[in-house]
């Protein structure tokens, strides 16, 4: 259906510049300004121009419409009884992926990256239990943007047997940003369950780069 609409645009672009052109010789009294090869050479330029204006305009009209549609959420799988510790900060690999529309997010390097500059969405919830009443809580997860800290969240004591949260950020972000969730070095997320730990985003708009 969006092809269907942008190719009427396409074809109504074109009609209404021959109804324009058509309209300007039909007003010149006189013979044309100028000769045969200077004629053609314009002509040429002008439908080249065309073209190019009527591929921007269909660009437009798919990103308006739902062309260009944006969205991820995954989550860590239960296999992974435990993540960390680690000696360096790592992303963290959310491979249970629920959706992924636009193929944006890679679940090998849990990373997402912007193929369109504009204003997105992100989420992340983290939960962590320990095995044992008295054991350290003990982690920090930070969502990152070209590898700079956005948000955090993080726990460290030996009171609470479990605990969660979750945080939510708007991003403006250029063409080739990458936006990915890491588990801070020496730090360990246990007693994962299914649909616990994620990571989603969405893109809201487009915008130019």
């Known amino acids: 259906e969006m092809r269907a609409v942008v190719y009427s645009l396409f074809v109504l672009g074109l009609l209404w510049d021959s109804v324009r052109a ?3 010789i039909a007003a010149w009294a006189g013979e044309l300004p100028c000769r045969k090869w200077d004629c053609e050479c314009t002509f040429k330029r002008q439908m ?3 073209s190019l204006r009527v591929s921007q305009l269909g660009d437009s009209v798919l990103e308006v419409i739902g062309g260009i549609q944006v969205a991820f959420t995954a989550s860590l799988s239960p296999r992974t009884i435990c993540f960390g510790p680690l000696t360096r900060n790592r992303p963290i690999p959310y491979d249970v992926i629920t959706l992924n529309q636009g193929s944006m997010y890679n679940p090998a390097l849990g990373l997402f990256k912007a193929l369109r500059s504009g204003l997105y969405s992100f989420s992340f919830s983290v ?3 320990v095995s044992a009443a008295g054991d350290r809580m003990y982690y920090k997860v930070q969502l990152m943007r070209n590898g700079r800290v956005v948000a955090a969240t993080w ?3 030996r009171e609470d047997s479990e605990d969660s949260s979750s945080h939510t ?3 403006p972000l250029q063409q080739g940003d990458q936006v990915y969730v890491e588990l801070q070095r020496g ?3 246990c007693g994962n369950v299914v ?3 994620t990571f989603s985003g969405s893109l809201i708009y487009t915008s130019q780069a």
């Open 195 to 197: 649909g616990l730990n």
């Open 48 to 50: 080249m121009d065309l």
């Open 127 to 129: 939960y962590s239990k």
């Open 22 to 24: 058509e309209n300007t």
């Open 187 to 189: 730090r360990q997320l």
């Open 155 to 157: 726990e460290d004591n």
């Open 169 to 171: 950020v708007l991003l």
